[in-house]
């Protein structure tokens, strides 16, 4: 299976930041920082789009060949647990991983190529909340990913 992972926008040296990060949150947690894990790790810090576990067991094997499948999905449920990554609906693919916004925010998907972007939807929110209430519920919480092609895709 061929891949097309579209390295992400972010420079290098916020990768590298990001990464530190995410090794200490994992160490201070009390879980290892094996070579399976760091493999891992930096293939989701440089993805532009949300990968499934298989897009992120194939990519991390190509640093760490003996990887095994259940170490990738334990160290994506230990991710995410630790709010370092967030499960999203891909296009095609139900489940898939994409590195977490760091506070509230809702995700563009290119439904071409993949790339995906975190945006803030504060004015959607207060409609949220007042669709709620019309209703007779406390919204406490909404996921909203929103479709499309990006600029790029579009030109094509």
């Given at each position: 299976m061929i891949l097309k992972i579209i390295i992400n926008k972010m420079n290098q040296e916020n990768i590298t930041k990001k990464l530190r990060n995410w090794e200490q949150t994992l160490t201070t947690t009390g879980s290892r920082l094996t070579a399976p894990r760091k493999a891992i790790l930096?293939?989701?810090a440089h993805a532009s789009q949300p990968l499934t576990p298989?897009?992120?067991f194939d990519l991390a094997r190509e640093k760490v060949p003996n990887l095994g499948?259940?170490?990738v999905y334990r160290t994506l449920d230990k991710l995410t647990?630790?709010?370092l990554v967030s499960r999203v609906h891909g296009h095609n693919d139900c489940q898939t991983v994409f590195?977490?916004?760091s506070s509230h925010?809702?995700?563009l998907i290119c439904t071409n190529c993949g790339t995906s972007v975190y945006f803030d939807g504060l004015d959607a929110e207060e409609r949220f909340?007042?669709?709620g209430r019309t209703h007779g519920y406390?919204?406490?919480g909404h996921w909203l990913q929103l479709y499309g092609l990006c600029a790029d895709c579009r030109t094509e």
């Open positions: 930096e293939v989701i298989i897009e992120v499948l259940v170490t647990d630790l709010g590195r977490a916004a925010q809702h995700l909340d007042q669709i406390q919204v406490d």
